[in-house]
């Protein structure tokens, strides 16, 4: 018994001994499992107020926003503005859940977060089943344990990635993240709805294919919206979570519909579906059919929302449209809603009618030219210079190409830092070509400098360089440039070009890149812009036949007019003086003398009809507008005495007529022969003035953009719709009117129109251009219809008059809008006539048979639209009417004297 005591004494004292350590290593482990709690705290303090975004940044994540361009409410989508284009780096639009198809939802939730509903952003038990079954088990089969709150919020992080991390260091970044994402994700779920945190979700989802967020999604793989998607294409989507690319329907179509199949069972186990609909949804095929991607091209309006990007843009830089921080809105990344008055229904009707007619001109015009070469077809009056300027003109967009500049420095490179660094301008194709024609003609260089086309400065330089080593080693590089890209242009390969013919407008081919860029300029363009006069409001905008392989927009491009010009030149003349368009005027030859009377001619000018005869047929003025009689304009204007009557109308109908063109000369020049339209101007210069005719002689500047608003709603920028001016006396406006009634009747395609309706052809020299202006109570359309290049026109009157090019289009666009009760468009209304006595007669029957009582002599008042306007600035939108246009009219029935009529 001694023995056990005396264990227990030494056990005792031992114990006593050790005492103070384990008081120390209790001590230890408080110290510790406080200081773990106090750093957990500090760490869930420091993620929660220094690592994790503001709610701000929550809601309005670090992503590009695209910018919509929308059209004015279309009752076909169920009153909401359809939308014509975006703007975007990523084709991102976000929804709000109200806008989500329920499918969507059931299939996220059923497949990401059974019990979405149920937790507060971190799911203990799917947590807990990690932690068990795949770390603990090994089981890779047991599923993720992340909420689609920590999906979102693990979306607002960039640093997901453990590239260069040793094992312990992604041991501790993963342990951090993990956390940082559960307290986001917690927060996320305090601050917001279940629905919002749905709606952030699938918002923030990279689709593949240049689709950013489930709106983009549903159009590019569906062709639809997010809310009318079906429920196989909805689970298509959904399913596509787990890995975009590896699930892209278009791509891998048999993985997606296994996945598919996964997301529809997963709504099945979850009693969104049920046992029939689920046996009958996992055995659909999968339709791809409306798969397209989305680009710039595929806009509903691409040639408008091009050209409206740079009217934006410049909004965006003035002090009134910036950010609340002084900032400038990106148009690309910012989430514009730009609003327009473009009416969707109006655009695609404009668009159907000009395809219908452009397919056949294009056939007609391939016909024309089959066998033949439009750069080197030679004409009546085609010299040697027109010639060698195609084949430049060619040069031009070969060197322009992609191709060309991908080239370019491995020849040029060298000598053009040789040259940058010794002169201080960086070496271009065309400051070799001026050195080039210099040392053949010995004066190019003069010359460009005497029109200040190029600087002494640089002339010099050229000169310097000429004179150089480095001068040899250009001309050497340049020229084999010049061979190797011809070379590669010549070679043929694969490749898509444009077709009218094909389904999508274009077709596989094999052809030389050479091919490919005459072939393509070969295709006819168009520029069509349509306008209500009674509010300005432009409706649709027609720039070119296909975006994606013209880029360049005409409707706002400079063109020759041809006799649509003339209505100007009538106008003018039936304000100065109030004759009737039924005075007569003989068709015989008018010369108007070099420097006669306020003419600044340095020739006599005698032009010719387009038929190159006169008939000697006595016309009344309205006939003479209506077939375009070259005699009877040269008589009107030679009447004036001068072109400043004329261009002081057009500029009070919009057309700066002071402006001028890039070699100096006035865009509307100071010529007899504006009266037969040598003037270049825009489709929409052209349509803004005929609108005035169509708005009771109130000019008004058209306008597309309505209201800017930024992501939130919050209006940058408010239009504010120009009230107008008198430009044309109301009796006046009438008069015309009447006439260009008379242009149209009985014309093929707008006889059987219910509008009333009036208009005027235009065609200019060798066919290059085709023009009709269309007017009607409530609609003003602008077309023309030509080649990109001056050369590529029809041969023939018959083929080439705007009659046959562009008529057409407005009449089968006036067609399909009387047809189409959606568009809102009214055919009976009637073009306003003044109350009371015009004061000028146009009933002919009356005039001719002398039913009017004689008159005193008149002559012509060319001060109505005097010279001060012809060399200022257009009056402000907001003015009233100019003092110089108060017209002086005679009473009806007073007949011209001999004066007016005898220099023929």
Same mark, same amino acid.
């Given at each position: 018994m001694?023995?056990p005591?005396?264990l227990?004494?030494i056990?005792a004292a031992?114990?006593?001994?050790?005492?103070?350590?384990?008081?120390?290593?209790?001590?230890?482990a408080?110290?510790?499992?406080?200081?773990?709690?106090?750093?957990?705290?500090?760490?869930f303090v420091?993620?929660s107020?220094a690592?994790?975004?503001?709610?701000?940044?929550?809601?309005?994540?670090?992503?590009?926003l695209a910018?919509?361009?929308?059209?004015?409410?279309d009752e076909?989508?169920? %009153?909401k503005?359809?939308?014509?284009g975006?703007?975007f #780096?990523?084709?991102?639009?976000?929804?709000t859940?109200?806008?989500?198809s329920p499918?969507?939802?059931?299939?996220?939730?059923?497949?990401?977060d059974?019990?979405?509903?149920d937790?507060?952003?971190?799911?203990?038990?799917?947590?807990?089943?990690?932690?068990? @079954?795949?770390i603990?088990?090994?089981?890779?089969?047991?599923?993720?344990?992340s909420?689609?709150t920590?999906?979102?919020a693990?979306n607002?992080?960039s640093?997901r990635?453990?590239d260069?991390?040793?094992?312990?260091?992604?041991?501790?970044?993963l342990?951090y @993240? *993990?956390l940082?994402?559960?307290?986001?994700?917690?927060?996320?779920?305090?601050?917001?709805?279940?629905?919002e945190?749905?709606?952030m =979700?699938?918002?923030?989802v990279?689709?593949?294919n240049n689709?950013?967020?489930?709106?983009?999604a549903?159009?590019?793989?569906f062709?639809?919206?997010?809310d009318?998607?079906? #429920?196989?294409?909805?689970?298509?989507?959904?399913?596509?979570?787990?890995?975009?690319?590896r699930y892209n329907?278009n791509t891998?179509p048999?993985?997606?519909?296994?996945?598919?199949m996964?997301v529809?069972y997963?709504?099945?186990q979850?009693?969104?579906l049920?046992?029939?609909?689920?046996?009958s949804?996992?055995v659909?095929?999968?339709?791809m059919?409306?798969?397209?991607?989305?680009?710039?091209?595929? /806009?509903?309006?691409?040639y408008?929302?091009?050209?409206l990007?740079?009217?934006?843009?410049?909004?965006?830089?003035?002090?009134?449209?910036?950010?609340?921080?002084?900032? #400038?809105?990106?148009?690309?990344?910012d989430g514009?809603?730009?609003?327009?008055?473009?009416?969707?229904? =109006?655009?695609?009707?404009?668009?159907a009618?000009?395809?219908?007619?452009?397919?056949?001109l294009q056939?007609?015009?391939?016909?024309v030219?089959?066998?033949?070469?439009?750069?080197?077809?030679?004409?009546?009056e085609?010299?040697p210079?027109?010639?060698e300027l195609?084949?430049?003109?060619?040069?031009?967009l070969i060197r322009a190409s992609d191709r060309?500049?991908?080239?370019?420095?491995?020849?040029?490179?060298?000598v053009?830092?040789?040259?940058?660094?010794?002169?201080?301008?960086e070496?271009?194709?065309?400051d070799?070509?001026?050195?080039?024609? /210099?040392?053949k003609?010995?004066?190019t260089?003069?010359?460009? #400098?005497?029109?200040n086309?190029?600087t002494?400065?640089?002339?010099?330089?050229?000169?310097?360089?000429?004179?150089?080593?480095?001068?040899?080693?250009?001309k050497?590089q340049?020229?084999?440039?010049?061979?190797?890209i011809?070379?590669?242009?010549?070679?043929?390969i694969?490749?898509?070009v444009f077709?009218?013919?094909?389904?999508?407008?274009?077709?596989d081919?094999?052809?030389?890149?050479?091919?490919?860029?005459?072939?393509?300029?070969?295709?006819?363009?168009t520029g069509m812009?349509?306008?209500?006069?009674?509010?300005?409001?432009v409706?649709a905008?027609?720039?070119?036949?296909?975006?994606?392989?013209?880029?360049?927009?005409?409707v706002?491009?400079?063109?020759?007019?041809?006799?649509?010009? *003339?209505?100007?030149v009538?106008?003018?003349?039936?304000a100065?003086?109030?004759?009737?368009?039924c005075y007569?005027?003989?068709d015989?030859?008018?010369?108007?003398p070099?420097?006669y009377?306020n003419?600044?001619t340095?020739?006599?000018w005698?032009?010719s009809?387009?038929?190159?005869?006169?008939?000697g047929n006595?016309?009344?003025?309205k006939e003479?507008?209506?077939?375009?009689?070259?005699s009877?304009s040269?008589?009107?204007?030679k009447?004036?005495?001068?072109t400043?009557p004329?261009?002081g109308?057009?500029?009070?109908?919009?057309v +700066?007529?002071?402006?001028?063109r890039?070699?100096?000369e006035?865009?509307i020049?100071?010529?007899?022969?504006?009266?037969? %339209?040598?003037?270049?101007?825009t489709v929409?210069?052209?349509?803004s003035?005929?609108?005035?005719?169509?708005n009771?002689?109130?000019?008004?500047?058209?306008?597309?953009?309505k209201?800017?608003e930024d @992501?939130? %709603?919050?209006?940058?920028?408010?239009?504010?719709?120009?009230?107008?001016?008198?430009?044309?006396p109301?009796?006046?406006?009438?008069?015309?009117l009447d006439?260009?009634?008379?242009?149209v009747?009985?014309?093929?395609?707008?006889?059987?129109?219910?509008?009333?309706?009036g208009?005027k052809t235009?065609?200019?020299n +060798?066919?290059?251009?085709?023009w009709?202006?269309?007017?009607?109570?409530?609609l003003?359309?602008g077309?023309?219809?030509?080649g990109?290049d001056r050369?590529i026109?029809?041969?023939?009157?018959?083929?080439g008059?705007g009659?046959r090019?562009?008529?057409?289009?407005?009449? /089968?666009?006036?067609?399909?809008?009387?047809a189409d009760?959606?568009a809102? =468009?009214?055919f009976?209304?009637?073009?306003f006539r003044?109350?009371?006595?015009?004061?000028?007669?146009?009933d002919c029957?009356k005039?001719?048979?002398?039913a009017?009582?004689?008159?005193?002599e008149?002559?012509?008042a060319? +001060?109505?639209y005097?010279?001060?306007y012809? +060399?200022?600035?257009s009056?402000?939108?907001?003015?009233?009417?100019?003092a110089?246009?108060a017209?002086?009219?005679?009473?009806?029935?007073k007949?011209?004297?001999?004066?007016?009529?005898?220099?023929?």
């Amino acid at each position: 018994m001694a023995e056990p005591q005396r264990l227990i004494t030494i056990k005792a004292a031992l114990q006593q001994r050790r005492m103070p350590v384990y008081r120390k290593i209790i001590r230890w482990a408080w110290r510790l499992s406080i200081a773990m709690v106090v750093a957990c705290v500090a760490v869930f303090v420091v993620i929660s107020f220094a690592a994790i975004p503001s709610f701000r940044e929550l809601e309005n994540p670090n992503s590009a926003l695209a910018s919509e361009v929308l059209g004015a409410i279309d009752e076909q989508t169920g %009153g909401k503005e359809e939308v014509l284009g975006r703007y975007f #780096v990523e084709n991102r639009v976000p929804v709000t859940y109200d806008e989500l198809s329920p499918y969507l939802v059931q299939a996220l939730i059923a497949t990401e977060d059974e019990r979405f509903r149920d937790h507060s952003g971190v799911d203990a038990k799917a947590v807990a089943r990690v932690v068990v @079954r795949t770390i603990l088990l090994r089981d890779q089969s047991a599923g993720g344990g992340s909420t689609i709150t920590q999906q979102l919020a693990k979306n607002l992080y960039s640093d997901r990635k453990f590239d260069g991390m040793n094992k312990a260091e992604k041991m501790f970044a993963l342990a951090y @993240r *993990k956390l940082r994402e559960w307290i986001t994700a917690i927060k996320i779920e305090k601050r917001y709805t279940k629905e919002e945190i749905l709606a952030m =979700y699938l918002n923030q989802v990279d689709f593949v294919n240049n689709a950013y967020g489930i709106r983009a999604a549903a159009e590019v793989y569906f062709g639809t919206t997010q809310d009318k998607l079906k #429920v196989q294409e909805a689970a298509a989507l959904i399913g596509m979570l787990q890995n975009p690319s590896r699930y892209n329907p278009n791509t891998y179509p048999e993985r997606c519909i296994r996945r598919r199949m996964v997301v529809l069972y997963q709504m099945w186990q979850n009693e969104y579906l049920t046992e029939t609909e689920y046996d009958s949804l996992k055995v659909l095929p999968l339709d791809m059919s409306r798969f397209k991607r989305l680009t710039f091209s595929d /806009d509903t309006a691409p040639y408008l929302c091009a050209e409206l990007k740079k009217d934006v843009q410049a909004i965006l830089e003035t002090s009134e449209a910036r950010k609340p921080d002084g900032t #400038v809105y990106n148009i690309y990344r910012d989430g514009l809603r730009i609003y327009t008055t473009i009416d969707p229904t =109006y655009q695609r009707h404009a668009e159907a009618a000009m395809a219908e007619q452009m397919k056949k001109l294009q056939t007609r015009f391939f016909q024309v030219w089959k066998n033949r070469d439009p750069w080197t077809y030679r004409g009546r009056e085609t010299t040697p210079a027109e010639i060698e300027l195609r084949k430049e003109e060619l040069w031009k967009l070969i060197r322009a190409s992609d191709r060309y500049q991908q080239l370019r420095p491995t020849f040029l490179g060298d000598v053009s830092d040789e040259i940058q660094e010794q002169y201080g301008f960086e070496l271009q194709d065309s400051d070799i070509l001026r050195m080039l024609a /210099d040392e053949k003609d010995k004066k190019t260089i003069t010359t460009h #400098v005497a029109k200040n086309w190029l600087t002494a400065q640089k002339a010099g330089q050229y000169r310097q360089i000429m004179d150089s080593p480095d001068w040899p080693v250009i001309k050497k590089q340049w020229s084999a440039l010049q061979r190797e890209i011809m070379v590669r242009y010549r070679k043929k390969i694969p490749m898509k070009v444009f077709d009218w013919n094909s389904p999508r407008l274009e077709k596989d081919t094999i052809m030389s890149p050479y091919d490919s860029l005459r072939y393509h300029r070969m295709f006819l363009q168009t520029g069509m812009l349509a306008v209500d006069p009674a509010t300005s409001e432009v409706k649709a905008w027609v720039g070119g036949v296909n975006f994606k392989y013209f880029k360049f927009d005409h409707v706002r491009t400079m063109r020759q007019v041809g006799s649509t010009f *003339k209505p100007f030149v009538y106008a003018t003349a039936i304000a100065q003086q109030g004759i009737s368009p039924c005075y007569q005027v003989y068709d015989l030859a008018v010369t108007i003398p070099a420097r006669y009377q306020n003419f600044t001619t340095i020739a006599d000018w005698t032009p010719s009809n387009s038929t190159g005869s006169y008939s000697g047929n006595l016309l009344t003025l309205k006939e003479a507008l209506k077939g375009s009689v070259n005699s009877v304009s040269a008589f009107l204007m030679k009447q004036m005495g001068s072109t400043e009557p004329v261009r002081g109308l057009l500029n009070n109908l919009g057309v +700066d007529s002071t402006a001028r063109r890039p070699d100096g000369e006035y865009r509307i020049p100071k010529q007899p022969a504006i009266c037969l %339209g040598a003037a270049d101007l825009t489709v929409w210069e052209m349509t803004s003035a005929y609108a005035t005719f169509a708005n009771k002689g109130m000019f008004a500047q058209p306008y597309v953009i309505k209201k800017i608003e930024d @992501r939130h %709603g919050r209006v940058i920028f408010r239009a504010q719709p120009d009230e107008g001016y008198p430009a044309l006396p109301g009796n006046v406006t009438y008069v015309m009117l009447d006439m260009l009634k008379y242009n149209v009747q009985g014309a093929p395609g707008l006889r059987d129109l219910k509008s009333e309706i009036g208009g005027k052809t235009g065609t200019t020299n +060798d066919y290059t251009d085709g023009w009709f202006m269309g007017l009607a109570p409530r609609l003003v359309v602008g077309t023309w219809v030509g080649g990109e290049d001056r050369w590529i026109r029809f041969l023939s009157l018959g083929d080439g008059q705007g009659s046959r090019m562009a008529r057409p289009i407005f009449a /089968d666009f006036v067609k399909r809008l009387e047809a189409d009760p959606s568009a809102g =468009y009214d055919f009976n209304a009637r073009f306003f006539r003044p109350p009371g006595d015009l004061e000028i007669e146009i009933d002919c029957s009356k005039y001719l048979n002398g039913a009017l009582p004689a008159g005193d002599e008149e002559d012509f008042a060319p +001060d109505i639209y005097n010279d001060q306007y012809s +060399d200022q600035p257009s009056p402000p939108a907001n003015s009233n009417a100019p003092a110089g246009t108060a017209t002086r009219v005679k009473p009806a029935g007073k007949k011209p004297d001999s004066g007016f009529g005898d220099d023929n």
